[in-house]
């Protein structure tokens, strides 16, 4: 399970929205549909997921119904704000979404659907675990209207998806990624570098086996030690490393030159796709700071602004949907301050990288240091944005730092 909630102001229990909030109706408006549930629990992960032993009172079967439920709650609230949109993308993530099975999946794509409606042309992404992916599983997905799986391959290399606590066999992923394409959807696959006991050889490796399933979209992250992990556990008790940075660097390199070689292009630090088109809409979304609502228990929604967050528990997330109150445990309003720091770190992100004029006044002079350090394109700036360079994406903290200190 995630560690602790975000402190931050009492929710509204019938989750009502400030009538001061300034809604701009052109602004895109996604929604993400979160499914808490695991076989079993992967060694590096901290999301708010949930093993059938961790679930206390709430059901698995009943799931559906009760997201439905604040899928209702959501249109009378964004209905009273004058604020109901059409869905420009919609995002099942877990936890593993093909847990359940494919129709209550397909059941909460419809509620949504009918609540909101879907624009012309919208993406729909599920993710999946690629031994949940079956020819059916993948069919009654692509009949509900989802467009794009997102599978979690992570690694080709059995010990690297051991150290990960991954329970697929490499050749699964090989399977789905076929189902899916049969059934006529777009596919993403996820990479993790830098576990315990990868090799450049293995990453490398894994990179190849992620080519020649000639997917459209890659994601690949870099290994990160969250507290409270069983990982994080291990690396304390000495049984297993930190992962390097230098090498994860090293194999952060050798993807984006492979990756580029084969027809991919970066369009944010982690992800890359073979056209414009085939980018995750969803998650630019997230870094253009557009509007969306996350349905689920401990899932994070934004609004004009104003953001607020579920209960963890999915007990507890459907004892106050049956008690007709919103699942909201806090919310907050970030200041200018915060908000433009926000900005900055996920704008910098994607290689549209963020306007110089949208800086702080006082550190636009710092973009010619960066240029000078080799972090930002000067033809870019010359043309007024700030754009990562690979050594940039390497070190985009430090920018960031730099931007707003």
């Known amino acids: 399970m995630a560690g602790p909630l975000p402190l931050g102001d009492p ?57 439905i439920t604040e899928i209702d709650l959501a249109t009378r609230v964004l209905a009273d704000a004058g604020a109901l949109r059409p869905m420009d993308t919609v995002f099942f993530g877990g936890g593993t979404p093909t847990l359940l099975p494919a129709g209550d999946l397909a059941r909460m794509l419809d509620a949504a659907t009918d609540a909101f409606g879907l624009v012309d042309g919208a993406e729909v992404t599920v993710e999946a675990n690629p031994d949940t992916v079956t020819p059916e599983v993948a069919r009654i997905l692509a009949d509900a209207g989802v467009t794009r799986l997102s599978i979690g391959m992570q690694s080709a290399v059995p010990h690297v998806l051991a150290a990960l606590d991954r329970t697929h066999r490499p050749e699964n992923v090989t399977t789905a990624v076929a189902a899916a394409k049969d059934a006529g959807l777009a596919v993403s696959v996820d990479l993790i570098y830098g576990a315990p006991g990868e090799s450049l050889a293995d990453w490398e490796a894994s990179l190849d086996a992620a080519l020649a399933l000639e997917s459209d979209h890659v994601s690949a992250y870099a290994l990160i030690i969250e507290d409270g992990t069983k990982l994080a556990r291990q690396i304390r008790r000495g049984e297993v490393p930190m992962p390097d940075d230098d090498l994860q660097a090293d194999m952060y390199e050798l993807a984006d030159a492979r990756l580029a070689a084969a027809g991919f292009e970066w369009y944010e630090i982690s992800n890359w796709s073979r056209s414009v088109e085939q980018r995750s809409r969803h998650n630019l979304a997230y870094w253009r700071g557009s509007d969306w609502w996350g349905f689920g228990p401990g899932a994070h929604s934004h609004v004009a602004g104003l953001r607020w967050w579920n209960v963890k528990h999915p007990a507890a997330y459907a004892q106050r949907l049956a008690a007709s109150e919103s699942p909201a445990a806090g919310t907050e309003r970030p200041d200018e301050e915060s908000a433009t720091l926000e900005r900055i770190l996920l704008l910098s992100r994607i290689r549209e990288g963020i306007a110089v004029a949208d800086l702080p006044a006082d550190k636009r002079t710092r973009v010619a240091g960066l240029i000078a350090d080799g972090l930002v394109d000067a033809v870019a700036a010359v043309r007024g944005r700030v754009q990562l360079t690979l050594r940039g994406r390497l070190l985009a903290d430090a920018v960031v730092r730099e931007l707003t200190d």
Not at 20 to 30: A, E, H, M, R
Not at 46 to 66: H, M
């Open 11 to 67: 929710a509204p229990a019938d989750g009502r929205l400030p009538s001061d909030l300034s809604i701009d109706p052109t602004v895109p408006f996604s929604v993400y549909l979160h499914v808490p549930f695991c076989r079993v629990r992967c060694g590096y992960c901290d999301f708010n997921t949930y093993t059938s032993g961790e679930l206390r009172g709430a059901k698995q079967e009943d799931y559906a119904s009760t997201l």
